[in-house]
C-alpha cells in the first residue's frame, strides 16, 4: 500500500486527487490537509464523502506529515510548496505538486509570470515535469514531480506530435483556450459566483495567463528551440472541461493520412491519449470524469494551416488523475490503475 | 462471468447500464440493442465510448438474443417488453425491465394512467417490484424483475421508514417532486432543446403523472392501506438528480431523535441509503453518478407536520445503477459489486 | 421628473432597479450610492452600463442625499433602513424599502425571525405593504412602502383569490418554491459560486425561511384569520425565476370554471397578473425580464386538493420591478408606466 | 406607421423580431406566419407572449401577404426567399431577409459553401449587405437587404477599422468563435438537447462553416483584395450571446493608443457599437438582449500579433435587432428607434 497525504485537499482539485485516491486499490490516504477547514469533519467541507470519508481536516505541517506517508501530494497556492520544502523532507517522502512552483526552469521567467520570489530555486532542476506521455521514464525515477496545468496538458498533448515532427511552425501556434469554472477554483470571489459565471463566456487573461511560458518550454523542448505562442483562455459556464483549438501554418503539404499515421505514431499505444476519427471533433462532455485526452485535426487547404483540437477534464488528466497517473509511474503501479474509469454521459 | 444484453442501449438509462456494467469485474456484455442505431458502431452514438466499446448496434430479436445472455435488461418504451416476452424467453433468461410494464400489480390502473392495454398480464405477478432495500429477498429468487421508476425510487425510499411505522398520515403525503432533464430521455424534442429548458423551471404532469399509482402502490402496502397522495415533478436545468421534498402530518407528538432512530433501524446497514446529519438537507450534486440515496427530515412543530427530502442521481440509483443492483442480488453477487463508486464534485 | 436616489445600486436587486428607472420617461436619477463600491464607476461595477451611466457609486448618507432626490429605493441589507430612518428624511422624500424592515407588522415576529433588533418600530406603522395588486390604495397614499419578498409576491398572489373567498382551507396551505440564484445576493460566498449551484438543486431554509411569516401575515388578512403554513424554498441552477407549487384542501367540490371565475374576477383587469388558458402551467422563462405573474391551477379530485402554480422574474415583479410599479402608484404616474416589456424567450 | 409582416416567426430569430417590433412604437406587426404552426395561437407556440400577441400564425402565401404590408421580414431557412422572389413582390414591399440567400455576391461560391442552387440570382446584385454601420447609406435607398449572420456581424464589425486601414494583415486573420444555443435555432434535433448542450462545449465546421465566405467577402472589401481566413465556431452552453476571439499579425509596430484612435475613428458615433476601456475585455452578459457590440484589443509585442476580442446577442445585433436597425433606416426611421433597451444583467 502506498500511504499518501494531501496537501490542500479541499479545494476542487485536491478533493477530486482525494475521490481518486479513495478508488485506487493500493494506496490508503493517510491525512487530508485544509487550511481553511482544520479540525472540521472532511465530508462536512464535501457532503458528496458521507459515509466514504470519516476523517477530519488535519492543519498542514509538512514536516510532520511527511513522516507518515511515502507521497506528499500539493495542490497549493503558487508559492507555497516552494516556501516550504527542504532536502530533509525529500528525502523522506516523493512530492508532487500540483500548483506551478517547479514546472518552469528558468526561475526569471517563473518570477516574472507568477509576480512572486522563488523560494528554493535549489529544486526547480530536480523536478521532473509530470506530463507521463512524454517523460515517463524521468518520472519513474523522480523524488519531485511538477504535475504539469490544466491547460497546458491539453494545449501540449494536442500539439506535440506535430511541433516534435516538424510538420507545423511552432511560432505559428496560436492557442484559443476554453475552460470550465472548476479551474478558478473554490475561492469565493464575486466574478465566480453562479449569476456571474452562468449565461456569459469570456476571455481573461489575453496574452498575460501563466500558463503561456509553461507551454512555450515544453513545446519549444520538441521543436528544438525558443519558440514564441498566443495562448487565450475563456471562461466557459460549465462545472468541469477544457477545449482546445490550436491554429498553425503547416511547413509542408501534407495529407490526413499523414498527419493521423505522426498522432498514431506517438498516442497509438497511449491508454489515456485518443485520437478520433476523422471529421468527429473532441466535446468535452465526451471526456468528462475521465483521464482521457480527446484530440483530433483539419487540415485547411484554403490557408494552409491545421486546425487541432484537444479536450480533457481539467479536474482528471489536467489536475489530479495526472496526479495519480505520476504517483503510478513513480511507485511502480501500472500506470492505469484507479483511473480506468469510463466517462459518463449524460 | 454473468453474460449481459442490453435492449434499448442508446437511450440514456441504457448507455449508463452499459457504462455501469462495462465497469463490473463478473459481467460480460454479450450484445447491446438499439432499434434507432442499428448497425452503427455503439462509439459513434457515444462517442465517450470511443476505444473503450468496439461493439455495433445490434437490432433486438430477442428470442435469439435470449440465447446468448444470462440476463437482459430492458431499456425500453412502455409497452415494449409486455408485447414480447414469453415463458419461452423467460425460461431462458432473467430479465430487468426498467420500463414500467410489470411495475403496476392492478392491470386496470396501469392501463389507466398508461393509455395502452397490457398485452402480457399473465406475468405480472410473477414480476418482482426491484426496489432492492424492501424487496431484496424476493429479488434474489425473481426471473423477472421490475426495476422501479427515477421519481419512485426517490419519493417511497425517503418516506417509507415512517409510513410504515405509523408515524406519519400517509394520506396527508404531498410529495413535490425536481428532475434533471435526463429523466425525459434523448428523443428529439422541442421541449427538451437547450434552450427551452436551460434558464427555465416548470411543473408538469399536474396530478396526473405516470408515476404515482406506482408510489402509491408501494407506500401502500408499506402503510397497510389504500392511499392517494399528491405527486407533482418539475423539470430543472440540469443534467442528472432527482430532489424531492415531500409533506406529510405526523400522527403523534415526536422528537428528532425518535425519528432519526426510526430511519436508522431501517436504513443504517444499507450501504447505498444515507440518512444525513441533523439539519444538513440533501443535494443533487452530493449524489451525482452514485447510487446513493440521500434522506433526512425536519420536524415542523409550528404547523405538525414533517418535511422530508431526499435526493438521487436519476440515471443510476434511478435506473441504471438499481438495475445493476437488481442484478446482484438475483445472480448472487455481492449487492454493492461494481457500484461502490464515490460521487464527485463539482 | 421623478428624481430618484437609489441605496444599494451594486446589488442585483438594485442594479436591475437601475436598468428599470433608466428606461422609465419620466424618471431622472438622482445618484447611485453603494458601500461596497463608492467612488467607482457604476459601469466599471456593472459593464453592461458602459457608456449608458456616466456616474460614479456615490457613499450612503442619507440624510444629505434625501435632499436630492423625490424618492429614495433602499435595496440594502436587513436592519439598515431601519437603523437610520427618521422623521425628518420621512418628511422630505418618499421611501421605497426592497428589504424586509417595514413588512411585518409585529415586531416581535419579525425580530424572532430576522434575529436583529428593529431599531425604528414607529414607522412599522405607517409603512405600507406595498404589493400592488393587493393594496394599490393605500401605496398611492404612502411615504414609506415595504416592497415585499420575492417568494412571497409570488406565494401571496398566487393563493390569494382562493383564501380571499374561503375556496381553500389557508390552514392546509404547502408552497414548495423554486428560485434562480439571482435571490441569494452578489456577495461572495462560497455557496454560490457557479460550480456549487450548477447542476444543483437544494432545499435551504427548511421550516425555517423567514418569508414565511410575511406570507402567513399577508394570506391571514386574506382569510381573516391568523394562519400557520409551511414554506420550503430550494435553488435552481438559473439566474433568474421564482416558481412556486402550492398545496392545499379544498373547502366544497369545485369545478374549474368556478375556480377560474375567482381568478378571473380579482385578476382580469390586472396588467402585470396573467391566469393562464386550462392545463398550461407557469414556466419562469415566460415571464423572465418582464414585470408578469403567470398562474395557475389544478383540481386534484383523487385527493380533494388544488394544486396552484406561480411564476415570476424574482428581480423585476419580485423585486425591482414592484418596486418601480408602487412608485407609480405614488406619484401618479400610469402604474405600468416603463415595465411594458415583453419576456424574452429564450 | 410601418405595416410590417414576419415570414418565420415562430423560430428563435423570428420570435425575437416579433418581441422587437412589437415594442417599437412605429411599426404595426400586420401578420406572423408560420410554416409549422399555422392557424395556432402566436401565444400556444411562445408563452411568453401571452396576452400580448392575439393573433394566429397565418401561411406563408408571400404575394397575399404583400399587399399588406409595407417590409416583409423573411427569417426562413436557406433557399427559401430565392425561391419565391419575384420582381412583382419587390416592387410593393421591401424586404429583409435574415437568410443567407442575397449576402454572397458570387453565385458559385454560395452555391458551393450551401449546397443549394440558387433560384433567383439576378436580384443579388441589388440586395444590400445590411450590416448597418459599414453600408448605412445604401441600405437607405434599398428595396432588398440581406441581413448579416450572426457569427458575421461580429467578426466583421470587430476587425473591421484595422482591416481597412492595413494595420492587420488580412490573410493572417484566425477567427474563433463562441456561440449560444439559440444560434442553432428551434429544429428538434439530439445534438441541441439540453444534455447533449449543457456541461458541454464543442468545435464544429471547423474549415467548412458557412459564415467564412461572408466573412472572406465583407473584409475583402476592407482590404482591398481578396482574403483567406480561417474561422471555427464553437457552441457554449448558453442560451444567447456570440464571442469571438481574433488574432492577426500587425503590419507595423503600434502603440495602444494609436489602435484606440482607429477604433474610435470609426466607432466613436456610433450608437450601438462599444469600444471597451483599456484592458477590459467584452463579455456576452454585458450585451445580452441588447443591440449592442462591445469590442476591445490587446496588442502582444511578445509574438506581434494582436488580440482582437468582440461580443454581441447573437438574435439581437446578430439577427433581428439589426433587422430592426435596418428597417429603421429603410423607412426613415431614427434608426435606434426600438431599440435602446440596456442589457440585463444578471
Known amino acids: 500500500m502506498i500511504k499518501a497525504g494531501i496537501i490542500g485537499s479541499t479545494g476542487y482539485a485536491g478533493a477530486e486527487l482525494t475521490r481518486i485516491l479513495l478508488g485506487h486499490k493500493n494506496v490508503e490516504i493517510k491525512w487530508l490537509s485544509s487550511k481553511s477547514y482544520t479540525g472540521q469533519a472532511y465530508a462536512s467541507v464535501y457532503q458528496n464523502m458521507f459515509e466514504l470519508i470519516d476523517e477530519k481536516c488535519v492543519d498542514d505541517n509538512m514536516e510532520d506529515l511527511a513522516k507518515q506517508a511515502d507521497v506528499i501530494f500539493t495542490a497549493t497556492p503558487q508559492g507555497y510548496l516552494a516556501s516550504i520544502l527542504k532536502e530533509e523532507i525529500l528525502s523522506q517522502v516523493k512530492i508532487i505538486d500540483l500548483s506551478a512552483d517547479y514546472r518552469i526552469k528558468d526561475v526569471s521567467i517563473y518570477e516574472k509570470w507568477y509576480q512572486i520570489p522563488h523560494k528554493s530555486p535549489q529544486f526547480i532542476k530536480e523536478a521532473v515535469y509530470g506530463l507521463c ?57 464575486v466574478s465566480n459566483l453562479f449569476c456571474e459565471v452562468n449565461e456569459n463566456i469570456k476571455a481573461y487573461g489575453v496574452a498575460a495567463h501563466r500558463h503561456t511560458p509553461e507551454i512555450e518550454e515544453q513545446l519549444g523542448y520538441a521543436a528544438g528551440k525558443e519558440i514564441k505562442v498566443n495562448f487565450t483562455p475563456h471562461l466557459v459556464p460549465m462545472n468541469r472541461g477544457i477545449l482546445v483549438t490550436e491554429y498553425a501554418h503547416l511547413t509542408k503539404k501534407v495529407s490526413y493520412e499523414e498527419v493521423k499515421a505522426v498522432y498514431d505514431s506517438y498516442y497509438a499505444a497511449e491508454k489515456f ?67 480506468l474509469f469510463a466517462p459518463a454521459f449524460p
Request: hydrophobic residues 40%; aromatic residues 6%.
Open 133 to 189: 506521455e512524454i517523460n515517463r521514464e524521468q518520472i519513474s525515477q523522480a523524488r519531485l514531480v511538477a504535475n504539469p496545468g490544466c491547460y497546458t496538458t491539453c494545449s501540449i498533448l494536442t500539439a506535440y506530435p506535430l511541433v516534435k515532427e516538424g510538420l507545423i511552425d511552432a511560432d505559428s501556434l496560436i492557442i484559443d483556450a476554453k475552460s470550465g469554472a472548476s479551474g478558478a477554483g473554490r475561492g469565493a470571489k
Open 273 to 339: 491519449i485518443r485520437v478520433l476519427e476523422k471529421d468527429v471533433f473532441p466535446e468535452t462532455k465526451w471526456v468528462e470524469g475521465s483521464n482521457f485526452v480527446d484530440i483530433n485535426f483539419k487540415i485547411d487547404e484554403r490557408t494552409g494551416r491545421i486546425i487541432l483540437v484537444g479536450a480533457l477534464d481539467n479536474l482528471v488528466k489536467g489536475a489530479a488523475g495526472q496526479a495519480a497517473q505520476n504517483m503510478n509511474l513513480m511507485f511502480g503501479e501500472p500506470e492505469a490503475e484507479g483511473l
